[in-house]
């Protein structure tokens, strides 16, 4: 970079007001001649002067950008290097204050073949409610899709193919886009014929059984499903879009852990699924105390709080939980059939979650639809929720699609955010996203990095949080240093568990999803020397009740 680029980067990296990069800009102009800057911040950050087409639609207003239009931005130095360019679409509404009913309702979309570029915006709602009506809302995207599914788009001269893989959106958003009955309905999944029933006990729709006959898509359009369908959705314009296959309930986020995992959290802390697996108060803190003593790595940003903030956690957190923490820290506070009851939906969730065991995604969705047969078992017919049922769906969108990592609105929920925190003021909000965005679109564009989602990096270190790792031989090593006498940095020196056996045998045994039991006491006293590229994961090391007891959990998208 140049001073100017620098300057630029910093202002925008940074959310500097133009206040405060004009003060910037005259002290650096008045102390240092040498420096030839711009007058002011709209020049420094090439602002667009000319207004934005805003129109009014149904409960406020609406900006389209263009999915052509970004992606022209985005590849405008260095042409995409893929032929064709698979697109997941976003919709969910964004409030803007907690004093007001002002919000947003972004339209998102990133390419799913280059899972490191952050999304991008297609259009933005700005209004007091969600858009009143969903054929004004989507009308531009509509007729945009209409052309580039079937023509393509040109980029830098070079047509590329365009392909709308998925919708993914929160339960109220799919509802809304598909036109259908909500979420809590009596007939309301978008996935099956399964018919709701009034619960007197919990006063909610709850949903029985496992196997119902699936909808589809021809139905759909021959507008079968009276009771289900109640108004015709925009959606049904769009080229190749499969209305029942397309339209994803396996987001990761909401159904899993917002939902599920949140749940069986909540309930076995507070009693809520049941007096039988209400934990007493002396467990809840000792399961918070071992929660935060487990050392998570380096990827995992946010560490462990307690249980005493359940509801405060994030949705890594559950996340995290359900992946590295839960069968441990729930094992002898938990009934058994409780304890076992959990294991099907972490080994399910766990198979679903990586192509590594893609073999058994099918024994993944035996062990959905068991712990979906056993909830009620364990819990009562009343906790059977939307979010329960929908777990059976989970496997066949895993099966078409890929891993839930690629069914997850995570990536469009971070961009929510930071959508928000480019708000200076509060008033024109829409206007002031466009100019921050017409900024961001000078330094967010794509250089022609190497997208290698082949290559898996993970940080490794001489520590509890970043020392462990699995070898494709099944060895547990701690990672000492870097071999010194090996010039291309191809091996390392450990010292491995000598000790090590399944930490658990049902549904599974754990050995199948590379977890082991161990104890640090057993650590060779020698170091030997390991290959690199005979790492198999990195791995998680919980400690248990037991100090020297360790369990070992990969971390699970390092999994190779």
């Not at 017919?381 to 059976?392: A, E, G, P």
């Amino acid at each position: 970079m140049d001073f100017e680029e620098g300057m630029q980067f910093w202002a925008l990296y940074t959310n500097q007001t133009h206040q405060s990069i004009n003060m910037m800009l005259k002290l650096l102009k008045s102390n240092i001649d040498s420096v030839n800057l711009p007058e002011n911040a709209r020049t420094l950050l090439r602002t667009k002067r000319t207004p934005a087409e805003i129109t009014k639609i149904d409960g406020g207003q609406f900006w389209y950008n263009g999915i052509q239009k970004c992606l022209s931005s985005f590849f405008c130095k260095q042409g995409p290097p893929f032929e064709t360019l698979s697109l997941n679409l976003f919709v969910d509404g964004l409030p803007l204050y907690k004093s007001s009913s002002l919000q947003f309702w972004p339209i998102l979309f990133n390419i799913h073949d280059m899972p490191n570029v952050r999304p991008m915006i297609a259009g933005i709602f700005c209004g007091n409610t969600k858009p009143g009506n969903a054929d004004e809302y989507l009308k531009k995207l509509v007729e945009e899709l209409k052309i580039i599914l079937v023509k393509g788009t040109t980029i830098n001269g070079v047509t590329i193919a365009i392909k709308l893989r998925a919708v993914i959106a929160d339960s109220p958003a799919r509802c809304f886009l598909k036109g259908v009955t909500n979420f809590n309905g009596y007939i309301s999944c978008l996935k099956c014929t399964c018919h709701g029933e009034y619960n007197h006990d919990s006063h909610t729709v709850i949903f029985k059984g496992v196997n119902h006959k699936m909808h589809t898509d021809k139905n759909f359009r021959a507008k079968a499903y009276r009771q289900h369908q109640k108004k015709c959705s925009p959606l049904l314009e769009i080229p190749f879009l499969n209305m029942i296959r397309d339209i994803i309930v396996s987001d990761r986020l909401h159904l899993i852990d917002l939902g599920v995992q949140r749940r069986l959290l909540l309930g076995w802390r507070d009693g809520t699924l049941g007096l039988h697996a209400k934990l007493s108060a002396s467990a809840i803190s000792e399961i918070s105390e071992l929660l935060q003593r487990i050392k998570l790595p380096s990827e995992i940003h946010r560490p462990f709080r307690g249980l005493n903030v359940l509801k405060y956690w994030k949705a890594t957190e559950f996340s995290s939980f359900l992946h590295y923490a839960g069968i441990v820290v729930l094992k002898d506070v938990l009934p058994d059939y409780v304890y076992n009851h959990f294991l099907l939906l972490f080994c399910s969730i766990t198979m679903l979650s990586t192509n590594v065991y893609k073999n058994n995604w099918h024994v993944a969705n035996e062990m959905l639809k068991e712990f979906v047969v056993q909830y009620s078992n364990v819990y009562g017919d009343k906790f059977l929720t939307s979010n329960v049922h929908n777990l059976l769906h989970v496997y066949d969108e895993v099966f078409f699609f890929g891993p839930l990592i690629t069914l997850s609105t995570y990536p469009f929920e971070n961009l929510l955010q930071v959508l928000k925190n480019l708000l200076r003021g509060r008033r024109q909000e829409l206007q002031q996203i466009i100019n921050r965005l017409s900024e961001l679109e000078n330094v967010y564009q794509y250089k022609g990095e190497t997208q290698n989602t082949n290559s898996i990096d993970f940080k490794m270190q001489d520590n509890d949080r970043d020392g462990w790792v699995l070898t494709k031989q099944k060895k547990i090593v701690r990672f000492i240093k870097l071999d010194s006498n090996s010039s291309s940095l191809h091996s390392f020196h450990g010292r491995e568990v000598l000790k090590q056996w399944d930490y658990f045998e049902y549904p599974i045994k754990s050995s199948a999803l590379h977890i082991y039991a161990g104890k640090l006491s057993t650590l060779s006293g020698a170091e030997t020397t390991f290959n690199f590229h005979d790492i198999k994961c990195k791995l998680v090391a919980v400690q248990t009740r037991t100090p020297d007891l360790y369990v070992f959990i990969p971390l699970i998208h390092t999994l190779k």
